[in-house]
């Protein structure tokens, strides 16, 4: 008689009949670091800085004034660029809506630019949100981080 081949994983039951094993992990102590600029002058500008280590899991910058919109969002991880786009490029490129590259521009008098990406990002050392205003009249300028710990 043959034996009968049996897959290597196995979706084991736990007697109330869920799947049985390790519960899946979260963002642990979450909270919202927020950041404001106002007047918000041409330069560049922090809004908020972490210290590592901890999980990034989305962020939003709301931009209030100015004509042109060359106002660039800038997240450096660990010292890496992860965005850097200008609301005008956003509006350019058709990120007015949820996508999975992770960044969407919300326009109404007020302009918000989302960055947050399907899988939480970690960071070891630092984490930084900042600003680059190219144009005038900028009243004012609010980030907010949503992150936590592993």
């Given at each position: 008689?043959?034996?009968?081949?049996t897959?290597a994983?196995?979706?084991?039951?736990?007697?109330?009949?869920g799947?049985?094993?390790?519960?899946?992990r979260?963002?642990?102590?979450?909270?919202?670091?927020?950041?404001?600029?106002?007047?918000?002058?041409?330069?560049?500008?922090?809004?908020?800085?972490?210290?590592?280590?901890?999980v990034f899991?989305?962020?939003?910058?709301?931009?209030?004034?100015?004509?042109?919109?060359l106002?660039?969002?800038n997240?450096?991880?660990?010292?890496?660029?992860?965005t850097?786009?200008?609301f005008?490029?956003?509006?350019?490129?058709?990120?007015?809506?949820?996508?999975?590259?992770?960044v969407?521009?919300?326009q109404?008098?007020?302009k918000?630019?989302?960055?947050?990406?399907?899988?939480?990002?970690?960071?070891?050392?630092?984490?930084?949100?900042?600003?680059?205003?190219?144009?005038?009249?900028?009243?004012?300028?609010?980030?907010?981080?949503i992150h936590?710990?592993?």
């Amino acid at each position: 008689m043959a034996k009968r081949r049996t897959s290597a994983v196995k979706s084991p039951r736990s007697a109330a009949g869920g799947m049985a094993g390790p519960t899946p992990r979260g963002v642990g102590d979450p909270e919202r670091t927020q950041g404001l600029k106002a007047p918000a002058p041409q330069g560049t500008h922090v809004l908020v800085t972490l210290r590592g280590p901890g999980v990034f899991v989305a962020a939003a910058v709301s931009k209030q004034g100015g004509a042109t919109d060359l106002t660039f969002v800038n997240l450096d991880i660990d010292g890496r660029n992860v965005t850097s786009l200008s609301f005008a490029a956003a509006a350019n490129l058709g990120l007015t809506q949820h996508n999975p590259y992770g960044v969407a521009l919300v326009q109404s008098v007020v302009k918000t630019l989302t960055v947050g990406f399907p899988t939480p990002l970690l960071y070891q050392k630092s984490l930084q949100l900042s600003v680059k205003v190219n144009e005038p009249n900028v009243v004012q300028i609010v980030g907010n981080v949503i992150h936590g710990t592993c």
